[in-house]
């Protein structure tokens, strides 16, 4: 067999492990949020009317308790008299958005959720490494047959791409599984995998003289880093923006909607307070995932920022001018706009928090845009996909 | 105002140092960092007849500085940039928006008056990044000369109350109240393990009166400085770009192999200066092609390699060989010699009806496709007599395979079997109208093409070395052999050198202001009642989010505390406990004697300790204004 068919292979095989990790995140994720919803259905037994509004209240009565007990747990004995103390200040801080507060993203066993399944954890984490390593080595492997770094097509961008937005996520994962992340990125994952395999796949061959330079390795892999740790900010902000909208019992499902109300009392068991989010209970504060997002997005916002600058030293070695808005230019632009946007909207009075979330959701999606679009749809001086 | 911020910034530092700057002025207020009161309201609608025309700028500039304005603007400018990769542009293809605007002829005149099709240098584009760069400006400038005042500042005095902060702590000691703090301050002042004379943290110890001693501390002024770099780096970017533009030419010769061009106007085939550039600065060099080398991959064809020799007489000077790649320009007379393109020029010689040679000499042909099937044009208007002009118009195939259906086609990029294929036209090639022609293209106004009898036009097919008379009596064309040429590229632009030093300047700065932790932290000793163990409590406080900041406050506490924290919360300020401050570790050693303090900082503070605490700080602050 070819060395460039093992790479391949192997990367299937990644995608395989990196399936069954999915599927054990998800077992988690699933009793989370069986525990979550089991309990307050028991706290829901004791009403005589389980009304709609009755039904959020109580959930949220249920996410005060569970906070309270959370607190306890994580002071630990030493300071177990201060227990209802510290929960009042943690409520204080939650309740004013803009306050700092210290995050506790790194966090102990101690906060691991309720109701987790130990084994489904330990499942997911040791595949998780087992494809981060296959995936690792078929990329090696890639390189090798090539005879060059293995970032100059779509296929190759996107193996790397999954390789360090698994790889952020293990780094995450390190000590506290958060299995909604879990889920969110390894659904990702295996997904660009397949597609890539399926769709993006090119012979490894070498390349055309304008990507023969070590550029190829700095500006491709740092934008290739970037993109994967944005991958995980961007996840990070979804549970934000899940979580806060649970903590602060906000759903558009509850208020009827003018003229399909119909639709929205089918979904009523979806709202976001209700029992089937009990999981989101278990995930870190809103407060503390928006820390989380912050400082992927800004690691990231770095990295972005080099791959502009690394592009343009490039450009104006391969092409003869350092910029030229060029369709990849441009999306590259505008998502660095947007991120830095984000970050101003972060020191800005009255747009953290939510709001703070939704500048990522565009900013991912002008990066998620810039990929695909620009690289299949759009002609450009980026048209090296190779398809 | 105790330190110049935008209008709506969010920060805690501002908040609390307007706090505590209002404590050093009047009595203290209760809670040091209460909630911040509300920012310097722009004036009311209302109020605004009473502030005149001076009172209306100085509204709309706070207005332009402000931090929602910023944001605005740039998530404008994201909005702005895109139409630039979805329409055709002028700036980059001028062929694609006529494509375009003939395509659409209702759509297409209004999204031209709107200039979608030269978005980047539109008044909109402009007006949005001008604005942007003013608003910048006005809101770093008076930043960078407060920070530039601070950088000798000292850290805020010491909250009266400690619980309301981020991060918490606190414990008892055996010590007493004086010992503890010239601990703590010794502690924060140890600077890095790995940079030992560089000082973390500034650090002031107080007598706050009545035994109790307190030490406030903080760090962190590269966070800012970074901030401000990274923003005046943007400005300088800005500046740098638009003088290139300036001051820039750019011009493009095609070569032919075993020819030259002399470093001069006239000898490009197009030339593009800025607004400034001054022709007569050109450097008078000379650089002619010597070969050129291609490779490409046996079985996709596709490119692999190209090299252009090429030799250099720079004036005064002797000639040197140079090579040119892709990825590799040439430095020439200050400008970059890119190799942009490619391709076979045949030697062609045609002799006219007379039998006199009317042209001799090497077309460059464009390739067209991967295998480099080349279309040229050939101009005779140097015939004898009256005899029509003569044009040839054709393809040149490098290595050319017969098609069953009688045609030609490449196979190869490579020149293994050329075959020139040529239509041939006569009368007038319109060389003297006055109107700039397109060499690769024959304008065929005047022509008329030559048919044989049964009235196909004729193809005439030649390799090299065949000589092949041409139709209706005009002569004979050879083709005897190839040369290649190289499409080269000139650049000059003097501020490439501006604009990457700031490019690294913003980086760097951007990475100091976002890494970069910026913290206080407060600690303070009150002697316990009737004679008990000395009550510590601490606090931090960070900019942004910070994970770092409980650790090292633990990490103080440890450090000066020893034996780890008394059972039980201290009775004058109950730590809050929440879930994100635990305690410091317990520790099995003995408490530590305090520390010796040997460093001239530590004798300062002690000095600076020896004021009253009641007599107001004269000490103008960072940015204090009176
Ligand atoms: C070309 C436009 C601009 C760009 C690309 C830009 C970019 C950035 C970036 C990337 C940061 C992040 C660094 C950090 O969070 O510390 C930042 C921070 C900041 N920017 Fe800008 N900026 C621009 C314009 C402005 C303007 C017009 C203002 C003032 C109104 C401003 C005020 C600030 C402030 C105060 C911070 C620091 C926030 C903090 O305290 O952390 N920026 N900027």
Known sequence: MSTGNLSTLLVWAAATAFTIALVAYAVDLARIADRAGRRSAVAAAGRAQVADDAAVADDRADVEAQDRVAVGAGVGASAAGAASGGARVAADVGARPGSPTTSAIAGSSAQAAAGRSAKAEGIARST????????????????????????????????????????????????????????????????????????????????????????????????????????????????????????????????????????????????????????????????????????????????????????????????????????????????????AAYLHAR?????????????????YAVVLMNFTVINLVVTGKHSYSGI | MARYRPEGLQDAFAETDRTSAAQTETVPPADATAAPSEPLAPSAPVAVPAIGFVGWLRWAWRQLTSMRVALLLLMLLAVAAVPGAVLPQRAQDPAKVATYLSNH????????????FNVYSSFWFSAIYLLLFVSLVGCILPRTKVHLGGVRGRPPRTPRRLDRFPAQGGGTSTEPPEQVATAAAAHLRRGW?????????????????????????????????????????????????????????????????????????????TFEQ????????????????????????????????FTAHVTLTNPGARPEQKTIKVNHPLDAGGAHVYLQGNGYAPQIDVTDASGKLAFSGSVPFLPQDNVYTSKGVVKVPDVSGTQDQVGLVGFLLPTAQKLPIGAYRSIDPQPKDPLLVLSVWHGNLGLDTGVPQNVYELDEARMKQSVDASGQPVTLYLKPGQTVQLPDGLGAVTF?????????????????????????????????????????????????????????????????????????????????????PAAGPPPAAPPAAGRQTPQPAARPAPARAPRPVARPGARTAARRDGRPDAAPDARPRPGERT
């Open chain 1, 128 to 339: 998780t490494y087992l494809g981060i390593a296959l995936l690792l080595a078929g990329i090696v492997l890639r390189g090798v047959a090539a005879g060059r770094w293995p970032t100059a097509n779509m296929y190759e961008f996107t193996l790397v791409g999954v390789f360090v937005a698994t790889t952020a996520l293990a780094i995450v994962q390190r000590r506290r599984v958060i299995a909604f992340l879990g889920v969110v990125v390894m659904a990702f994952a295996v997904l660009a995998l397949v597609l890539a395999l399926n769709k993006l796949y090119v012979q490894a061959e070498a390349t055309q003289p304008a990507l023969k330079s070590y550029w190829l390795v700095i500006h491709v892999g740092v934008a290739i880093t970037a993109t994967g740790i944005f991958t995980v900010g961007f996840a990070a902000a979804v549970l934000q923006v899940m979580r806060d909208a649970r903590e602060t019992g906000r759903s558009h499902l509850v208020t009827p909607w003018r003229s399909v109300d119909g639709l929205r009392r089918a979904l009523t068991g979806w709202r976001i307070t209700g029992r089937r989010f009990g999981w989101l209970d278990q995930v870190p504060t809103a407060r503390d995932l928006e820390a989380l997002s912050f400082r992927l997005n800004a690691v990231g916002f770095v990295l972005w920022t080099f791959t502009l600058i690394a592009g343009s030293i490039w450009a104006e070695h391969a092409w003869g001018r350092y910029w030229g808005w060029d369709p990849k230019e441009i999306g590259t632009f505008v998502a660095w706009v947007v991120y």
């Open chain 1, 347 to 363: 020191t800005t009075r009255g747009w953290t928090g939510r709001k703070a979330a939704y500048f990522v959701y565009v900013g």
């Open chain 2, 105 to 116: 002829p209702t759509s297409g005149p209004w999204l031209d008056r709107l200039q979608m």
């Open chain 2, 193 to 269: 393990a790995w940079l030992p004379f560089v000082r973390t943290y500034r650090v002031d110890v107080h007598d706050e009166g009545a035994g109790t001693w307190s030490v406030s501390a903080e760090r962190g002024y590269l966070r800012e400085t970074g901030n401000l770099l990274f923003h005046l780096a943007l400005v300088g970017l800005l500046v740098s770009i638009a003088s290139g533009q300036m001051l820039h030419y750019r011009g493009q010769a095609i070569v032919v192999q075993g020819h030259g061009f002399a470093n001069a106007v006239t000898e490009y085939d």
């Open chain 2, 274 to 305: 800025g607004t400034l550039f001054r022709a007569s600065t050109l450097v008078p060099f000379t650089l002619s092609l010597d070969g050129l080398d291609s490779r490409f991959d046996s079985t996709t064809l596709e490119a692999r390699d």
């Open chain 2, 480 to 564: 005897h052999g190839l040369d290649r040429y190289a499409a080269l590229d000139l650049r000059h632009d003097p501020t490439l050198g501006w604009v990457l030093v700031f490019a690294i300047c913003a980086l760097a700065g951007l990475a100091a202001s976002l890494f970069a932790p910026r913290r206080r932290l407060f600690v303070r000793a009150v002697p316990g009642a009737d004679g008990g163990p000395t009550v510590v409590t601490a606090a931090g406080l960070a900019r942004g989010d910070d994970v770092g900041l409980q650790g090292e406050l633990d990490r103080t506490l440890e450090a000066v505390l020893g034996q780890g």
